[in-house]
């Protein structure tokens, strides 16, 4: 699989059944926070506060880079070493917002990455729920801004 050079990226990548994460905010958003908890309920870290993107076929891959693979930061602890894996796809990008901001009924949206598309959601890191909500969104990709249970297959539901 031929592809772009990788491209450095502000941002934090878990991997849920195989799909990456792209979390992005600024800092102090909850990005490894976020990240944290993910790995709790099983994800696996991708790369934490930097990543590498490359373009191939059309999709995105993300690894860490060397010097940070392993690594997430856990505020009120430290640098901690945690199990990684590398060269994800990515099937979705997380912008973290303030809670004020995130929208009840969003438009469904897609970022461009290395001129790629990208499935992108907008949601606060602090909610209880934000995990839940990342992986519902990467299971059923197509409820993301649905417009109600009349859109879904109701096989789905």
Request: net charge negative.
């Amino acid at each position: 699989m031929s592809g772009t050079n990788p491209q450095p990226l502000h941002g934090t990548v878990v991997a849920i059944d195989d799909i990456g994460v792209l979390i992005t905010g600024p800092s102090g958003a909850g990005k490894s926070d976020l990240a944290l908890r993910l790995i709790d309920r099983g994800a696996k870290l991708v790369a934490d506060d930097q990543v590498l993107l490359t373009a191939a076929d059309g999709q995105l891959v993300a690894g860490p880079p060397e010097r940070l693979a392993g690594f997430l930061e856990v505020r009120g602890i430290g640098i901690i070493p945690q199990a990684h894996t590398a060269n994800v796809p990515l099937g979705l990008m997380v912008e973290l917002v303030p809670s004020d901001t995130v929208e009840r009924l969003p438009e469904r949206t897609a970022s461009r990455i290395l001129d790629v598309p990208l499935l992108s959601m907008r949601l606060n890191a602090f909610e209880v729920s934000t995990p839940i909500k990342i992986e519902l969104a990467l299971r059923h990709p197509e409820w993301i801004a649905s417009g109600g249970p009349d859109d879904r297959d109701d096989n789905n539901r």
